[in-house]
């Protein structure tokens, strides 16, 4: 490997395998429905490419940035949105498509967000869970992997915008 300071953590195999089952659960339980699947920018993309095309479902494919105020390490729980979709929101069935859940604050703004937006439903669907460093409580009703408090990269997530094209997802030694 020629990155010798990133572990392997989830291979793309390993990856592959539970996309297909989350993409799975959401075709039986949308069954009949269209669906919107509303990715975060940019950790969320190659994520959404992927399970997207498993869905058995009608489905549209939006995208917004939010972040976290700062952009820190530590997050103050501030949530700014950067770009949000101009559609109208109003009846239809979201799943907010997500790379991580770490704190907590960036799903649980979105969802109130999009609930006020009169959205029919709002569901989370997330590859990756640190559940030990949340601080405010979210439910993610589809979750890929829980992972341990390690500084993760690649399907997707980034370190200073780098190692987003990896295949796997490996803990990033510093
Ligand atoms: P939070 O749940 O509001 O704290 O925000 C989660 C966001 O923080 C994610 O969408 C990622 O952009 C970023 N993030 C958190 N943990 C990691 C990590 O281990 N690697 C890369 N990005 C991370
Ligand atoms: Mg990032």
């Given at each position: 490997m020629i990155y010798e300071n990133i572990e392997i953590l989830l291979s793309a195999e390993k990856i592959a395998a539970r996309v297909k089952e989350l993409a799975a659960q959401i075709t039986r339980?949308?069954?009949?429905?269209?669906?919107?699947?509303?990715?975060?920018?940019?950790?969320?993309?190659?994520?959404?490419?992927?399970?997207?095309?498993?869905?058995?479902?009608?489905?549209?494919?939006?995208?917004?940035?939010?972040?976290?105020?700062?952009?820190?390490?530590?997050?103050?729980?501030?949530?700014?949105?950067?770009?949000?979709?101009?559609?109208?929101?109003?009846?239809?069935?979201?799943?907010?498509?997500?790379d991580i859940v770490d704190m907590g604050y960036t799903a649980n703004r979105l969802r109130e967000f999009l609930l006020q937006k009169n959205a029919a439903s709002v569901k989370l669907c997330a590859l990756l869970d640190k559940p030990e460093r949340r601080k405010v409580s979210v439910e993610i009703e589809y979750l890929g992997f829980s992972i341990p408090d390690e500084f993760v990269v690649g399907y997707g997530l980034d370190y200073a915008q780098r190692y987003r094209n990896l295949p796997f997802v490996g803990i990033l030694k510093l």
């Open positions: 339980d949308y069954a009949g429905e269209g669906i919107v699947l509303l990715g975060t920018l940019k950790g969320a993309a190659i994520f959404l490419s992927d399970i997207a095309r498993e869905i058995d479902l009608p489905i549209e494919i939006e995208f917004l940035k939010a972040s976290s105020y700062g952009d820190k390490s530590e997050s103050s729980g501030e949530v700014r949105f950067e770009y949000l979709p101009e559609i109208d929101f109003r009846g239809k069935n979201i799943i907010l498509v997500e």
